[in-house]
């Protein structure tokens, strides 16, 4: 069964804005990872944060998780058009979990 | 160089045929794995693999079967295509199932497409 549900499944935004994305989980998990997916690409891993960690950076990706609520947000911030994608949480309970994925479009 | 490969990139081909798709990877990786992603995105879990241990996931028709020449190749068989079975297949790898803090390294896919 899935294990992450991405919320919103869609999301349209103009360059330069910010974007925020959110996971919900139904186990206690090891850790969550975001994934990106580029039309007709393989995943591409974008950041992991760990069960006892509540936020991570990445350039201009933040991270947060709460394990109470069972879930993480990811922020992308000053988004560019690159970053038109659908993005993907994963959670890890032995095998990998993924969500369907949340599609974002920033537009020009 | 591509880290995870798989051929052919797109395959269409006759309900009742068998086929096969190859993914190699050079990353060093023990782990290898086949998801399935759907028309709606969903990406589930077909199989994970190292030189010890396959696990299946149940849902997963008999008619798949991965096969491992060696440690860098999991080449997914399937018998007696079915309508259903249209999806993109990914291969991916890690270095170790299960690890606190492993990611997976995905393959660009392969477009498969039942008629």
């Known amino acids: 069964s899935q294990q992450g549900e991405e919320d919103p499944q869609a999301l349209s935004i103009q360059e330069g804005e910010n974007a925020t994305m959110n996971c919900s989980y139904k186990?206690?998990?090891?850790?969550l990872q975001w994934y990106r997916q580029n039309s007709g690409r393989g995943l591409v891993h974008l950041i992991l944060i760990r069960s006892n960690e509540r936020e991570k950076h990445s350039g201009r990706l933040r991270v947060t998780l709460d394990t109470s609520k069972k879930s993480s947000s990811l922020l992308i911030t000053a988004s560019r058009a690159a970053d038109t994608a659908s993005y993907f949480c994963?959670?890890?309970?032995?095998?990998?979990?993924f969500g369907a994925g949340t599609r974002l479009t920033v537009k020009p | 160089d591509t880290a995870v490969s798989q051929t052919p990139k797109y395959l269409v081909t006759q309900m009742g045929n068998d086929k096969s798709i190859k993914c190699e990877q050079n990353l060093g990786h023990d782990t290898m794995y086949w998801y399935k992603q759907d028309s709606k995105k969903f990406l589930k879990i077909m199989f994970s693999?190292?030189?010890?241990?396959?696990?299946i996931n149940e849902t997963v028709p008999n008619r798949f079967s991965p096969k491992s020449p060696d440690k860098a190749h999991l080449n997914l068989h399937i018998n007696s295509l079915e309508l259903g079975d249209s999806a993109v297949y990914f291969c991916?790898?890690?270095?170790?199932?299960?690890?606190?803090?492993?990611?997976?390294?995905f393959g660009p896919g392969t477009r498969l497409t039942v008629l």
């Open positions: 994963a959670t890890r309970q032995g095998d990998m979990r």
């Open positions: 186990t206690s998990i090891n850790n």
């Open positions: 693999y190292n030189n010890k241990e396959l696990i």
């Open positions: 991916a790898s890690s270095h170790e199932r299960g690890a606190a803090t492993d990611t997976q390294y």
